[in-house]
């Protein structure tokens, strides 16, 4: 038992190390190019109404000569007007142009996307989501890591942060995935990335053959084309740029968000199996040291690894959150850490054993 403890406690801290030490590759300072790269923007839309104006007005306010840019927005067989109210905000705006997916006969995402992606003008492409608001340096910072040569690029997407309980735990949630996700992807083993900040080369998704390969789930828009470039052994980088964030908000209520957690939980059911074992491994260690109180009967010792976890998780969170935009509070972090691990779980069921909705 003591060889357990010690072999545990060894990793757990190793692990951690690795981590921050990964991390503080993030953040380097380039010298920055003057390069400005020709950019497609692909936002599918569905049933987006009340985000529609908001997103078109952040959009064309982007630092970015607009002659430089473009955007493109599908309609993804919305069933209110948000066709419609697409094609009304963006009347007089050349560098915009609307789809329908329904005239297509596109249904899903992924379809929305690829339609919007054929269409585009441009070598570079970016996708975000219709209730994300991307930083006014977000073209800007794309078009400089583009220019090192990069077939892929993902950058960082914080919520913004509320007080009530869902939005805190889903914050949380998104600082310590993305902990792990960027510090990993700087050192060479990107495995997950999020949508509503994403960007590749046009020439890149064709080699790919589009989301072809992607279709085990409707979702996997981003982590399976992901997956995808990996394989292939294509340059992933990371945009780290404050300016560069991609904000939206939380789901409101435990139901809403349950849903859209085991969305994304079944996507990870189909990362590379080198991806599952690592991240199965490193969550069921956490789980066993958040736990370990009550099988504190076998040897008292087991006792401390709780703390010990504690302690750790406190000095990786407080030393990190800023850069993604967050802040807690010790107390807060304490306890959400808890719920954290605790919803790993839940979320890993549901996705495993309930009927999945979708928008």
Same mark, same amino acid.
């Not at 473009?70 to 069933?79: C, R």
């Given at each position: 038992? +003591? ?12 692990? #951690?190390?690795? @981590? ?70 963006? #009347? ?16 899903? %995402? ?114 399976? @084309? ?95 959150? %800023? ?10 972090? +304490? ?8 919803? +790993? ?15």
């Amino acid at each position: 038992m +003591l060889v357990f403890i010690f072999t545990s406690t060894a990793f757990f801290l190793l692990l #951690n190390f690795f @981590l921050l030490l990964a991390f503080k590759k993030l953040f380097i300072v380039k010298a920055q190019s003057m390069s400005r790269k020709k950019i497609s923007i692909v936002i599918a839309a569905r049933n987006e109404l009340e985000n529609i104006e908001s997103l078109v007005s952040n959009l064309k306010d982007l630092d970015y000569p607009a002659d430089g840019f473009e955007v493109i927005l599908v309609d993804d067989n919305s069933t209110d007007a948000t066709f419609e109210l697409m094609e009304y905000v963006t #009347n007089s705006l050349q560098n915009f142009k609307i789809f329908s997916a329904k005239s297509f006969g596109s249904k899903g %995402k992924k379809a929305a996307l690829f339609l919007g992606i054929q269409n585009a003008n441009y070598p570079y492409i970016l996708i975000t989501d219709a209730d994300c608001r991307p930083g006014h340096n977000w073209l800007k910072s794309y078009s400089m890591k583009f220019e090192e040569g990069y077939d892929m690029l993902f950058g960082i997407a914080p919520f913004y942060q509320h007080q009530h309980l869902v939005n805190n735990i889903s914050c949380f949630e998104n600082l310590r995935s993305s902990i792990l996700t960027f510090s990993m992807a700087a050192i060479g083993f990107p495995y997950s990335a999020a949508a509503r900040n994403f960007g590749f080369t046009k020439r890149a998704f064709d080699s790919l053959e589009g989301y072809s390969k992607t279709n085990e789930t409707k979702s996997g828009d981003d982590d399976l @084309l992901l997956r995808e470039a990996v394989k292939q052994n294509m340059k992933i980088g990371i945009v780290t740029e404050p300016d560069a964030f991609v904000y939206s908000e939380t789901k409101k209520t435990f139901s809403e968000y349950l849903q859209q957690k085991a969305r994304h939980t079944q996507t990870s059911f189909h990362y590379l199996k080198k991806n599952q074992l690592f991240l199965g491994f490193w969550h069921l260690l956490n789980l066993v040291f958040l736990l370990s109180p009550l099988i504190m009967f076998v040897n008292p010792i087991i006792g401390l690894l709780l703390p010990l976890k504690m302690m750790i998780d406190l000095i990786v969170v407080k030393s990190t959150q %800023k850069k993604f935009s967050y802040k807690f509070s010790v107390v807060k972090i +304490l306890y959400l850490q808890i719920f954290y691990e605790i919803f +790993l779980v839940i979320h890993f069921l549901n996705a495993k054993f309930t009927e999945i909705k979708w928008k």
